[in-house]
């Protein structure tokens, strides 16, 4: 019993004791890339975030250029891939730590190792963990050759996109000086049409001038007719007025030689 107790002390004292079963039951698990468990690929600044959206928008897209969406999808896939081979490389170094860490624990608990049973079962966890190092490994080569054949065919959609991009170009370029040459000459025939049109509207405008000043002479040589003839009519008026008192008066007179 008191032997007993002493192992449970060492036990209690071990600083490796505690934890370990959770680790080793987590080293047992196959490494799996999709372990909800495995941190985040920290983003690279928005910047990687912005670009990966517009390369799945350009993916998408039905108006966008044939071979711009196949190097969209390929770099799209390189990506991935590259993510997937940085997790396993994360996870492998992670089962190798925690393997090394099993191993420097081992001279600490081999003087209790036939009353411990944690230690008894740490060489089949060693060797679980390494089993799990190997296939993670072995899925990092796998990814490593998958990310090796998407960067070639990366690199010949990008090829075929640059080759087509640029007979694209040109073609766009020639109907494009093509439509340049003909809004010029339509350009040309537009200002023509504007001179003429500006030459006929100042003839227009001088005529219509000379007709104004034509009229405005008449007119004042009519105005100065009625002035002449208004003269006359108030000298004729005055005339009235004088010879009507006149005969006023000689009525007057008449009147008083009669009483």
Not at 55 to 61: N, R
Not at 76 to 93: C, F, G, I, P, Q
């Amino acid at each position: 019993m008191r032997f007993r107790g002493f192992k449970r002390r060492k036990k209690r004292k071990e600083p490796v004791e505690p934890a370990e079963p959770t680790k080793l039951a987590e080293s047992a698990k196959p490494a799996d890339p999709a372990d909800p468990a495995e941190p985040a690929e920290p983003a690279s600044a928005t910047g990687a975030d912005v670009f990966r959206t517009c390369l799945s928008a350009l993916k998408k897209s039905s108006d966008a250029f044939p071979p711009l969406k196949s190097a969209a999808g390929a770099i799209l896939s390189v990506w991935d891939v590259a993510e997937r081979a940085n997790r396993h490389r994360k996870k492998a170094r992670r089962l190798a730590s925690q393997c090394s860490d099993m191993l420097q624990s081992l001279p600490s608990t081999s003087l209790h190792q036939q009353h411990c049973d944690i230690c008894k079962r740490m060489p089949s966890k060693i060797k679980g963990v390494l089993q799990n190092i190997n296939a993670a490994l072995e899925k990092l080569d796998g990814l490593e050759r998958q990310l090796e054949e998407a960067y070639q065919a990366f690199q010949l959609v990008s090829t075929v996109c640059q080759l087509e991009g640029l007979t694209a170009i040109h073609e766009k370029s020639a109907k494009l000086q093509d439509q340049i040459k003909v809004n010029c000459d339509a350009t040309l025939e537009i200002k023509d049409m504007v001179l003429d049109a500006q030459m006929a509207n100042h003839d227009a405008i001088l005529e219509i001038k000379d007709t104004v000043l034509d009229a405005q002479m008449a007119n004042r040589d009519a105005i100065l007719e009625m002035k002449d003839q208004f003269k006359v009519n108030h000298d004729a008026i005055l005339e009235m007025k004088d010879t009507v008192l006149l005969v006023q008066m000689v009525r007057g007179i008449e009147i008083q030689c009669e009483m």
